[in-house]
Protein backbone atom coordinates (compact mmCIF):
# COMPACT_ATOMS: atom_id res chain seq x y z
CA UNK A 1 0.00 0.00 0.00
CA UNK A 2 1.51 3.43 -0.97
CA UNK A 3 1.38 5.60 2.11
CA UNK A 4 1.84 9.87 1.76
CA UNK A 5 3.73 12.10 3.57
CA UNK A 6 2.58 15.07 5.50
CA UNK A 7 5.00 17.50 7.37
CA UNK A 8 2.87 16.68 10.47
CA UNK A 9 2.25 13.09 10.31
CA UNK A 10 1.58 10.94 13.23
CA UNK A 11 2.37 7.31 13.18
CA UNK A 12 -0.02 5.12 15.67
CA UNK A 13 1.71 2.05 16.29
CA UNK A 14 -1.26 -0.32 17.59
CA UNK A 15 -3.95 2.20 16.45
CA UNK A 16 -6.81 -0.11 16.75
CA UNK A 17 -6.16 -0.99 20.62
CA UNK A 18 -7.49 0.46 23.81
CA UNK A 19 -5.12 3.33 23.82
CA UNK A 20 -4.39 3.35 19.86
CA UNK A 21 -8.06 4.26 19.51
CA UNK A 22 -8.86 6.65 21.32
CA UNK A 23 -5.41 8.50 20.34
CA UNK A 24 -6.17 8.39 16.85
CA UNK A 25 -9.54 9.95 17.59
CA UNK A 26 -8.19 12.61 20.02
CA UNK A 27 -5.34 13.39 17.36
CA UNK A 28 -8.29 13.61 14.97
CA UNK A 29 -10.06 16.32 16.96
CA UNK A 30 -6.65 18.07 17.49
CA UNK A 31 -6.98 18.31 13.66
CA UNK A 32 -4.14 15.74 13.13
CA UNK A 33 -2.72 13.49 10.37
CA UNK A 34 -2.68 10.28 11.73
CA UNK A 35 -1.37 6.84 10.62
CA UNK A 36 -2.58 3.88 11.86
CA UNK A 37 -0.53 0.35 11.64
CA UNK A 38 -1.87 -2.67 13.30
CA UNK A 39 -2.14 -6.20 12.04
CA UNK A 40 -5.78 -6.78 12.41
CA UNK A 41 -5.48 -10.33 14.04
CA UNK A 42 -6.62 -8.93 17.79
CA UNK A 43 -8.08 -5.82 17.14
CA UNK A 44 -10.97 -5.22 14.04
CA UNK A 45 -9.28 -3.26 11.90
CA UNK A 46 -11.07 0.06 10.40
CA UNK A 47 -13.00 -1.22 6.95
CA UNK A 48 -12.03 2.65 5.69
CA UNK A 49 -9.65 5.71 6.47
CA UNK A 50 -11.50 8.34 8.00
CA UNK A 51 -10.80 12.18 7.13
CA UNK A 52 -7.29 12.54 8.11
CA UNK A 53 -6.00 9.32 8.80
CA UNK A 54 -4.53 6.30 7.02
CA UNK A 55 -4.58 2.98 7.48
CA UNK A 56 -1.83 0.59 7.34
CA UNK A 57 -2.02 -2.84 7.48
CA UNK A 58 1.70 -4.42 9.20
CA UNK A 59 3.31 -6.52 11.61
CA UNK A 60 6.05 -5.21 14.05
CA UNK A 61 7.72 -8.16 13.05
CA UNK A 62 8.76 -7.29 9.48
CA UNK A 63 11.47 -4.76 9.43
CA UNK A 64 10.29 -3.95 5.83
CA UNK A 65 6.32 -3.12 7.47
CA UNK A 66 8.51 -1.15 10.09
CA UNK A 67 9.96 1.13 7.42
CA UNK A 68 7.06 1.48 5.33
CA UNK A 69 5.14 2.63 8.67
CA UNK A 70 7.53 5.36 9.41
CA UNK A 71 7.89 6.62 5.73
CA UNK A 72 7.25 10.63 5.96
CA UNK A 73 5.98 10.67 9.38
CA UNK A 74 7.34 13.18 11.79
CA UNK A 75 6.31 12.26 15.31
CA UNK A 76 6.07 8.32 15.98
CA UNK A 77 3.62 6.86 18.84
CA UNK A 78 3.83 3.08 20.37
CA UNK A 79 1.33 1.78 21.70
CA UNK A 80 1.23 -1.59 20.34
CA UNK A 81 1.39 -4.55 23.13
CA UNK A 82 1.85 -8.49 22.76
CA UNK A 83 1.02 -8.62 26.94
CA UNK A 84 -2.73 -9.25 26.43
CA UNK A 85 -2.35 -11.06 22.93
CA UNK A 86 -3.79 -15.16 23.04
CA UNK A 87 -1.93 -15.07 19.34
CA UNK A 88 0.41 -13.53 17.29
CA UNK A 89 2.71 -12.09 20.29
CA UNK A 90 4.49 -12.12 23.68
CA UNK A 91 6.00 -9.02 25.30
CA UNK A 92 9.24 -10.03 24.40
CA UNK A 93 8.49 -9.96 20.15
CA UNK A 94 6.06 -6.81 20.95
CA UNK A 95 7.16 -4.97 23.49
CA UNK A 96 10.56 -5.49 22.92
CA UNK A 97 11.92 -7.30 19.75
CA UNK A 98 8.94 -5.01 18.18
CA UNK A 99 9.81 -1.63 19.90
CA UNK A 100 13.32 -2.28 18.73
CA UNK A 101 12.48 -2.72 15.21
CA UNK A 102 10.02 0.41 14.68
CA UNK A 103 13.02 2.86 16.79
CA UNK A 104 15.57 1.41 14.61
CA UNK A 105 13.58 2.41 11.38
CA UNK A 106 12.24 5.77 12.38
CA UNK A 107 16.00 6.63 13.25
CA UNK A 108 16.87 5.59 9.62
CA UNK A 109 13.87 7.54 8.22
CA UNK A 110 14.71 10.88 9.79
CA UNK A 111 11.65 10.68 12.40
CA UNK A 112 11.98 13.92 14.62
CA UNK A 113 10.19 12.53 18.08
CA UNK A 114 9.11 9.42 19.04
CA UNK A 115 6.44 8.64 22.36
CA UNK A 116 7.30 5.06 23.77
CA UNK A 117 4.12 3.56 25.92
CA UNK A 118 5.90 2.24 29.22
CA UNK A 119 4.81 0.80 32.66
CA UNK A 120 4.94 1.58 35.88
CA UNK A 121 7.69 -1.06 37.36
CA UNK A 122 9.46 -0.90 34.09
CA UNK A 123 13.07 -2.29 35.14
CA UNK A 124 16.23 -4.37 33.79
CA UNK A 125 15.39 -7.47 36.48
CA UNK A 126 11.55 -6.87 37.22
CA UNK A 127 9.63 -9.79 38.07
CA UNK A 128 7.55 -9.65 34.72
CA UNK A 129 8.39 -10.26 30.87
CA UNK A 130 6.61 -7.57 30.42
CA UNK A 131 8.48 -4.94 32.58
CA UNK A 132 11.73 -6.05 31.37
CA UNK A 133 10.68 -5.95 27.76
CA UNK A 134 9.19 -1.89 28.62
CA UNK A 135 12.73 -1.05 30.27
CA UNK A 136 14.64 -2.43 27.30
CA UNK A 137 12.03 -0.25 24.80
CA UNK A 138 13.07 2.72 26.76
CA UNK A 139 16.58 2.01 26.79
CA UNK A 140 16.22 1.92 23.01
CA UNK A 141 14.35 5.16 22.46
CA UNK A 142 17.18 6.95 24.49
CA UNK A 143 19.92 5.30 22.64
CA UNK A 144 18.26 6.10 19.39
CA UNK A 145 19.33 9.89 18.79
CA UNK A 146 15.60 10.97 18.20
CA UNK A 147 13.76 13.40 20.08
CA UNK A 148 11.63 10.57 22.97
CA UNK A 149 9.18 10.87 25.40
CA UNK A 150 8.50 7.65 27.55
CA UNK A 151 4.81 7.20 29.57
CA UNK A 152 4.71 4.99 32.40
CA UNK A 153 1.31 4.09 32.81
CA UNK A 154 -0.43 2.50 36.12
CA UNK A 155 -2.43 -0.80 34.95
CA UNK A 156 -5.49 0.08 32.73
CA UNK A 157 -8.69 0.71 34.63
CA UNK A 158 -11.25 0.18 31.45
CA UNK A 159 -9.18 -3.07 30.62
CA UNK A 160 -9.60 -3.86 34.72
CA UNK A 161 -13.34 -2.53 34.65
CA UNK A 162 -14.03 -4.58 31.71
CA UNK A 163 -12.37 -7.92 32.21
CA UNK A 164 -13.79 -7.88 36.14
CA UNK A 165 -17.28 -7.64 34.95
CA UNK A 166 -17.06 -10.34 31.84
CA UNK A 167 -18.73 -12.84 34.10
CA UNK A 168 -21.77 -10.65 35.50
CA UNK A 169 -23.88 -10.72 32.48
CA UNK A 170 -23.74 -14.15 32.08
CA UNK A 171 -22.84 -15.65 35.52
CA UNK A 172 -24.25 -12.97 38.22
CA UNK A 173 -20.45 -12.58 39.01
CA UNK A 174 -17.19 -9.92 38.92
CA UNK A 175 -14.13 -11.62 39.53
CA UNK A 176 -11.19 -10.43 41.74
CA UNK A 177 -8.02 -12.01 41.41
CA UNK A 178 -6.30 -12.38 44.64
CA UNK A 179 -7.27 -11.04 48.03
CA UNK A 180 -8.73 -7.88 46.02
CA UNK A 181 -7.05 -5.69 49.02
CA UNK A 182 -3.52 -4.52 47.72
CA UNK A 183 -3.33 -1.17 46.51
CA UNK A 184 -3.20 -0.61 42.59
CA UNK A 185 -2.15 2.26 40.56
CA UNK A 186 -4.77 2.64 37.53
CA UNK A 187 -4.59 4.69 34.30
CA UNK A 188 -7.48 5.43 32.44
CA UNK A 189 -7.55 4.85 28.87
CA UNK A 190 -8.82 8.70 28.81
CA UNK A 191 -5.74 9.94 30.52
CA UNK A 192 -3.17 7.95 28.89
CA UNK A 193 -4.39 9.49 25.69
CA UNK A 194 -4.34 12.72 27.14
CA UNK A 195 -0.68 12.35 28.54
CA UNK A 196 0.21 11.49 24.82
CA UNK A 197 -1.30 13.83 22.97
CA UNK A 198 0.49 16.26 25.30
CA UNK A 199 4.05 15.18 24.69
CA UNK A 200 3.33 15.18 20.99
CA UNK A 201 2.43 19.16 21.18
CA UNK A 202 4.80 19.93 23.92
CA UNK A 203 8.62 20.19 23.40
CA UNK A 204 9.42 20.58 27.07
CA UNK A 205 7.98 16.98 27.60
CA UNK A 206 11.36 15.27 25.10
CA UNK A 207 13.90 13.60 26.76
CA UNK A 208 11.35 12.91 30.05
CA UNK A 209 9.70 9.41 31.44
CA UNK A 210 6.32 10.76 32.86
CA UNK A 211 4.90 8.59 35.41
CA UNK A 212 1.02 8.78 34.65
CA UNK A 213 -1.62 7.46 37.28
CA UNK A 214 -5.53 8.65 37.21
CA UNK A 215 -6.38 7.21 40.82
CA UNK A 216 -5.14 4.33 43.36
CA UNK A 217 -7.42 1.67 43.91
CA UNK A 218 -7.71 -2.03 45.39
CA UNK A 219 -9.32 -4.89 43.08
CA UNK A 220 -12.03 -4.77 46.05
CA UNK A 221 -13.03 -1.32 45.53
CA UNK A 222 -13.74 -1.87 41.77
CA UNK A 223 -15.45 -4.87 42.24
CA UNK A 224 -17.68 -2.55 44.64
CA UNK A 225 -18.47 -0.13 42.32
CA UNK A 226 -18.83 -2.58 39.50
CA UNK A 227 -21.73 -3.84 41.69
CA UNK A 228 -23.00 -0.86 42.72
CA UNK A 229 -23.27 0.38 39.05
CA UNK A 230 -24.99 -3.18 37.46
CA UNK A 231 -27.13 -3.07 40.82
CA UNK A 232 -26.97 -7.05 40.79
CA UNK A 233 -24.16 -9.63 41.40
CA UNK A 234 -21.71 -11.41 43.80
CA UNK A 235 -17.51 -11.09 43.87
CA UNK A 236 -16.12 -14.52 42.86
CA UNK A 237 -12.49 -14.48 44.72
CA UNK A 238 -9.75 -16.29 42.55
CA UNK A 239 -7.61 -16.94 45.93
CA UNK A 240 -3.70 -15.92 45.51
CA UNK A 241 -2.71 -20.19 45.76
CA UNK A 242 -4.72 -20.92 42.74
CA UNK A 243 -3.03 -17.76 40.95
CA UNK A 244 0.68 -18.93 42.06
CA UNK A 245 -0.98 -22.68 40.38
CA UNK A 246 -2.15 -20.90 37.39
CA UNK A 247 1.21 -18.68 36.67
CA UNK A 248 3.00 -22.13 37.09
CA UNK A 249 1.12 -24.49 35.20
CA UNK A 250 -0.50 -22.65 32.70
CA UNK A 251 2.83 -21.64 30.84
CA UNK A 252 3.38 -24.21 28.38
CA UNK A 253 -0.46 -24.58 26.77
CA UNK A 254 -1.28 -20.95 27.66
CA UNK A 255 1.09 -18.52 28.25
CA UNK A 256 -1.62 -15.74 27.83
CA UNK A 257 -2.91 -17.37 31.23
CA UNK A 258 0.29 -17.53 32.71
CA UNK A 259 1.36 -13.86 31.86
CA UNK A 260 -2.19 -12.84 33.46
CA UNK A 261 -1.67 -15.14 36.48
CA UNK A 262 1.96 -13.64 37.16
CA UNK A 263 0.28 -10.21 36.74
CA UNK A 264 -1.94 -10.58 39.37
CA UNK A 265 0.06 -12.12 41.69
CA UNK A 266 2.97 -8.89 40.88
CA UNK A 267 -0.40 -6.26 42.02
CA UNK A 268 -0.94 -8.56 45.42
CA UNK A 269 2.75 -7.49 46.38
CA UNK A 270 1.39 -3.95 46.12
CA UNK A 271 4.06 -3.07 43.66
CA UNK A 272 1.49 -1.58 41.36
CA UNK A 273 1.08 1.52 43.66
CA UNK A 274 2.60 4.66 43.14
CA UNK A 275 1.80 8.05 43.76
CA UNK A 276 0.52 9.73 40.46
CA UNK A 277 0.18 13.56 42.79
CA UNK A 278 3.25 14.94 41.82
CA UNK A 279 3.24 14.31 38.16
CA UNK A 280 -0.11 15.01 38.12
CA UNK A 281 0.04 18.49 39.91
CA UNK A 282 2.79 19.59 36.77
CA UNK A 283 -0.29 19.13 34.49
CA UNK A 284 -3.34 20.67 36.51
CA UNK A 285 -5.27 21.41 33.18
CA UNK A 286 -5.30 17.63 32.44
CA UNK A 287 -8.38 16.76 34.33
CA UNK A 288 -8.31 13.32 35.84
CA UNK A 289 -10.72 10.59 34.64
CA UNK A 290 -10.81 7.89 37.19
CA UNK A 291 -13.12 5.14 38.44
CA UNK A 292 -16.12 7.45 38.16
CA UNK A 293 -15.36 8.70 35.23
CA UNK A 294 -15.10 5.24 33.79
CA UNK A 295 -18.10 3.65 34.93
CA UNK A 296 -21.99 4.73 33.70
CA UNK A 297 -24.15 6.46 36.05
CA UNK A 298 -24.79 4.01 39.18
CA UNK A 299 -27.56 2.18 38.69
CA UNK A 300 -28.35 2.91 42.89
CA UNK A 301 -28.60 -0.60 44.44
CA UNK A 302 -25.47 -2.67 45.92
CA UNK A 303 -24.58 -6.31 45.28
CA UNK A 304 -23.43 -8.77 47.98
CA UNK A 305 -20.27 -10.47 48.44
CA UNK A 306 -20.41 -14.41 48.11
N1 LIG B 1 -3.12 -2.31 29.25
C1 LIG B 1 -2.35 -1.97 30.29
O1 LIG B 1 -2.65 -2.27 31.45
C2 LIG B 1 -1.07 -1.20 30.04
C3 LIG B 1 -0.31 -0.77 31.14
C4 LIG B 1 0.85 -0.05 30.91
C5 LIG B 1 1.27 0.22 29.62
N2 LIG B 1 0.52 -0.22 28.56
C6 LIG B 1 1.01 0.06 27.20
O2 LIG B 1 0.12 0.99 26.57
C7 LIG B 1 0.06 0.71 25.17
C8 LIG B 1 -1.40 0.51 24.76
O3 LIG B 1 -1.92 -0.62 25.47
P1 LIG B 1 -3.40 -1.17 25.18
O4 LIG B 1 -3.85 -1.83 26.41
O5 LIG B 1 -4.21 -0.08 24.55
O6 LIG B 1 -3.08 -2.29 24.08
P2 LIG B 1 -4.14 -3.21 23.31
O7 LIG B 1 -5.54 -2.76 23.51
O8 LIG B 1 -3.78 -4.64 23.64
O9 LIG B 1 -3.77 -2.94 21.76
C9 LIG B 1 -2.59 -3.41 21.22
C10 LIG B 1 -2.46 -2.89 19.80
O10 LIG B 1 -1.22 -3.35 19.24
C11 LIG B 1 -1.49 -3.99 17.97
N3 LIG B 1 -0.43 -4.99 17.78
C12 LIG B 1 -0.13 -6.06 18.55
N4 LIG B 1 0.90 -6.74 18.04
C13 LIG B 1 1.27 -6.08 16.91
C14 LIG B 1 2.28 -6.29 15.92
N5 LIG B 1 3.12 -7.35 15.99
N6 LIG B 1 2.40 -5.43 14.89
C15 LIG B 1 1.55 -4.35 14.81
N7 LIG B 1 0.57 -4.10 15.71
C16 LIG B 1 0.43 -4.95 16.74
C17 LIG B 1 -2.89 -4.56 18.16
O11 LIG B 1 -3.56 -4.87 16.95
P3 LIG B 1 -3.41 -6.32 16.24
O12 LIG B 1 -3.12 -7.33 17.33
O13 LIG B 1 -4.72 -6.54 15.58
O14 LIG B 1 -2.26 -6.16 15.31
C18 LIG B 1 -3.55 -3.36 18.84
O15 LIG B 1 -3.81 -2.35 17.90
C19 LIG B 1 0.93 -0.52 24.94
O16 LIG B 1 2.22 -0.15 24.53
C20 LIG B 1 0.98 -1.16 26.31
O17 LIG B 1 2.12 -1.97 26.51
C21 LIG B 1 -0.66 -0.91 28.74
Known amino acids: MRVHSS ?4 LVVGGTGRLGSRLVAGLGY ?11 A ?3 FPGKAGHGVELLRGSLASRADCEHAVEGCRQVVFAASGFGLKRGGTPRSVDRGGARRLVDAAAAAGVEHIVMMSMHGAAPDAPLEILRAKHAAEESVKASGLAWTAIRMGLNLDQFLASMSEPLETKGRVLVF ?3 RAPVTFTSTADASSAVRRALADPA ?19 DAILANAGHGSILQIPVVALRVMAAVSRPFSPFTARMAAAALWMESGSAAFDPAPKRAEFPDIPVAGLRQSLPPLAGSRGTRG
Open 42 to 44: NHP
Open 30 to 40: DGKHVRIMARG
Open 205 to 223: LRGKTIEWGSETHTLGTLA
Open 178 to 180: GSG
Open 7 to 10: PDMI
